[in-house]
């Protein structure tokens, strides 16, 4: 698990990587049409990754807004990227459920060029910008975190 302690861009990059590794599990078992072990690894996936964007929208992202007084810039970005990839997240729920595997492998397909791309304007600028604005802050950021 990511640990707050690290600081703000370690924490979120590593945090970036646990869904990553979540993703390619689950992306095995779907490729070896492991109908059991998708269904297992499919929430925890689920799961996680919302669990990520929330830590964003619920704790980082405000922080940095109040911090810094730019609300229609990068975070309003990443809030647009996280409907999206909610939205592909729920169709590949719908794939799971119906147990269409393919279906849920090209939706993944989908979801990961998102993610990546997504992950590269964050960790390229958004949390260097959000380290700088909220050093002082980032104790009382990473508690709040280990909340959500």
């Known amino acids: 698990m ?5 600081g703000l861009i370690t924490f979120f990059s590593d945090d970036h990587r646990e ?12 490729t070896a049409k492991d109908q059991a072990k998708t269904a297992t690894l499919w929430p925890a996936f689920s ?13 980082l992202f405000p922080a940095f807004e109040a911090a810094t007084g730019m609300r229609g810039g990068p975070t309003m970005v990443m809030r647009g990227e996280h409907t999206q990839m909610r939205g592909v997240l729920a169709e590949m729920e719908r794939r799971v459920a119906s147990g269409d595997l393919d279906g849920l492998l090209d939706q993944g397909d989908t979801l990961l060029m998102l993610i990546q791309q997504h992950n590269a304007k964050e960790e390229g600028m958004l949390y260097p910008m959000a380290e700088q604005a909220l050093s002082e802050q980032w104790p009382a950021l990473a508690a709040k975190l280990s909340q959500v």
């Open 19 to 30: 869904c990553d590794e979540l993703w390619a599990a689950l992306e095995g078992a779907v």
């Open 2 to 6: 990511a640990n707050p302690s690290d």
């Open 47 to 59: 799961a996680r990754l919302l669990k990520h964007l929330k830590m964003e929208e619920d704790v």
